[in-house]
């Protein structure tokens, strides 16, 4: 795969891109604001709902058990999953025990991450995206690149294009007639679909619910007209109970759209009960672990606390700036600069936490209050444990935990290098440095230090004023200042 | 139809991720939340009148076309007048308020025991609805018999009849409600017409779920 | 708490070897308020550059230094940069979570470690010192204010210098889109991802240029010196100033050197 700071590069230079992203963030961004700034009590909402969170990863293990026995007791079948791979197996052999051959998705984080549609299809299974932005990716042959707006990096005439080629249908532009062609399109193959595949935004451990938020209604479609329904959910996704939904139901449309709730909440029980017209007769649920029971054990484990709303996305500068695709797997933005390395590890992954200005606007909208720059923090500490240093930088660094605890050698390094620096920059200022520090002068010019230190000031300052003389002047009183 | 754990190598699994997680949560670093924390979201009280009031101004927000009759009578007239001459796909009529079913007699109407194609040819989906949550404009739907899923699903436009009585304030008194039950039934909150932003964020309403949806609240 | 009489300095990196000057505007600000500055001259780094860059051992050793330093005198600290302030009173914690010794000597400093403004306005109890500009409203000086993100997020210090510069006569806030939003900077990060931080500052330049400002303010000169880079690149007209020095210059009168 292309390296990270390729592709960053890419994405800066896709003006259409950037125009798409300024616009999505900032409306999200603000509907946010605004729409937490209606609820009453949030602040306290915001923490008793990472209470529950951070609670139930204090016993996973339990209640993944108890999950799992509530889920058994209402007639679901439930699998575990150690990788993609194996979830994907898992699926297929369902697929095939039960005789399915067509299946329709609702949008599902945990089955972009396992690959599954490549798995399927390879085992000759079709499979169709059913959420609009999902089904146009599909079409189009790439990856969502939003959490919550998998298409925001297209515009209305790229979509057009995509389903006049790939689907045959009369080029438009208008939003409203290519939502219209794909609800017809979908409905046939809701119809003819005999499994569906979800994800699964909570498992409510003690009643063994599975929960699904969707503003189509494709995840209500999905899980109500094929007769098999399985869902892959990461271990982590549990919340304890009703009243815990209550809380997640209530920051997680605020938090992703703006919506005070999100158009449809399916709490689906098991599969149809006696005498029930509809819903999946057999149902399935794979627990999938894939890196979370490593994340757990170690310093991250709070991103298990994430209810993917998206906010940290359209929060984040960084973000803005890149887009979803340069982070270059499932988890975008600054949630996924922690959830990639975590799940995949951080060898191959460690430019994703380094790609913030840890500057917290992440933190200071999340749902649960995570403390993502900490996180980043950690996976930067594990990087320089684990990974290889670019030598450039390990030179920059090399011996300054030395020089810096010696104020001697320091002053007179930073003094020495002062000296240098002016040499380069006869109006103070320079124009292009060297090396990795290129990077600045890239775009900026870099001020070189000044001729003389702020304590050779102050030194300077206490030699030239007499012994025993008070150095506080008392406050003037208000008088005009010199008018500028 | 007994749920266990399917194959082999998923039993392995669950073994070895069970393990690998009480390990994990040995030594795992879970911060301390914050202290003093209620126990349960409170609700304050609130009025049937209020509550009216709240729902009625949420629906004013979403799009949600909303009734209010004073009389049973009221009600019917109102639901045929909605539905007179259109397909419908409907709870069977035992399971309407107010009669309903009777007062859309003579109609075209699929029910949930109908093949899927045709209730796909519905032009309209006429339910009955558990309760309404006013703080956000919701309906609360359960399932069961007589009671298809696919009716406030499938058709383009969604009509639903609720009692002014069975207007809560939110989820959380709804949810009170099942705190006894033994199990909880298929449930899908509902709150306006189904709705995508995906294109440019630009709102289209009904891309999978109803793009209409009318409320008519009873006496 | 007690008004102190005397606080030491702690001056940060950047002030002692860029903006020198804008040490001492902090220190005349501080003097004229009755205070006495104290600058231990054996002060070297907070140690963040190599902390956000993942080499906590020797963060440490630096950390440890700047703990032994500033605890062996009871007087407040206070420093002139949010960045600074929120690595010695927030990132210590994490840095020495198995070292109890200097995790306790930690907590004890940072009960007061102060940020500038928030000195003034929290502990001094300070929101108009007396500067002002002009002679009236038709001729005010227009700034916009740049909350860096460690001081507004990470010491959660909102509204301290909002406040002094509301008290300056003569002063104008300009209204900034995205105010809240990162130039970009991140100390490390703006090398090492020079092509996302300099379409950040891009961003923030924009903003602060359709603002009308004349001067951006803030209170940290790592901030100021990544925006002041940019606005020479591009030869833009914006001044950029520590918000000590608009406050020294509003009292009309150098600090004596």
Known sequence: MSHFLDRV?????????????????ERLGSRRSASLASLENSDMIRDMARRAKMGLLKDLAGNLETFEKNLIKNGVKVHWAEDGKAANGLLVDIAKKAGCKRAVKSKSMATEETHLNHDLLEADIDVLETDLGEYIVQLAGTTPSHIILPIIHMTKERIGEVMHNKIKVPYTSDPEKLAKIARVKLREAFLSADLGITGANFGVIDSGTIVLVSNEGNARLVTTLPRVHVVVMGIEKLVPNLADLDLMIKILGRSATGQKITTYT????????????????????????????????????????????????????????????AYGDTYPGPVGAIVTPGLRGIKGWKELPDASSLCGACREVCPVRLDIPRMLLELRKHAVEEAKIPFSLRMGLWGFGEVASRPWLYKTGARLGGIFARLLAPDGWIKKLPGLAGGWTRSRDMKAPAPKSFQQLWRERAAARPAGKPPAAPTPAREPAHVR | MSGEASSSTSRDARLTILARVRQAQIRAHIPETKAGLPERLAY??????????????????????AYVEESEEAVRLRVRSLVTGKTILSWDADRLPYGIGEAVRGEKIYYGHDSKEDQGQAEIGLTGCQNALAETGTL????????????????ITHVVVIREADILQGMGEFFDGFRKSPELPYLVFITGPS????????????????????????P | MTKPKSVQLFHTCIINEVYPEVGMSVVSILERLGITVEVPLSQT??????????????????ARHTLDLLSANPAPVVIPSGSCGDMITHQYHMLFADEPEYLAKSHALSERCYEFSVFLVDVLGITDIGARFGTGAADAFKAAYHPSCHLLRGLGAKTQPKALLAGVQGLQCADVHDQEECCGFGGMFSVKNAAISSGMLANKLRNLEASGAKSVVSCDMGCLMHMA????RKGMKLEVKHLAQVLEEGLGEKAEL
């Open chain 1, 266 to 325: 399916s709490l689906i029980t098991g599969p149809r009960r006696a005498g029930e017209a509809d819903g999946c007769e057999e149902m399935h649920v794979i627990l999938l672990d894939n890196g979370r029971s490593r994340i757990l054990g170690g310093p991250i484990a709070e991103i298990l606390g994430c209810i993917r709303c998206g906010a940290c996305l359209n929060a984040c500068p960084v973000y803005k700036n890149i887009g979803g695709h």
């Open chain 2, 140 to 155: 609360a739907m359960t399932s069961g018999q007589g009671r298809p899923r696919s009716a406030s699903l499938m058709p």
């Open chain 2, 44 to 65: 304050p009280p609130t009025t049937p009148a209020a509550r009216r009031a709240r729902l009625l101004e949420e629906f004013k927000i979403l799009g949600v076309e």
């Open chain 3, 45 to 62: 780094c907070c140690g963040q550059p190599a902390f956000n860059a993942g080499f906590h051992a020797d963060a440490r050793k630096v």
């Open chain 1, 9 to 25: 590069e890419t994405a800066l230079k896709d003006e259409e891109l950037k125009g798409a992203l300024d616009r999505a963030t």
């Open chain 2, 195 to 218: 709705r995508t932003a995906d294109i440019e964020l630009s709102l289209t309403l009904g891309v999978h779920g109803p793009g209409y949806l009318i409320v008519v609240i009873g």
């Open chain 3, 229 to 232: 880079g940019g606005i020479r």
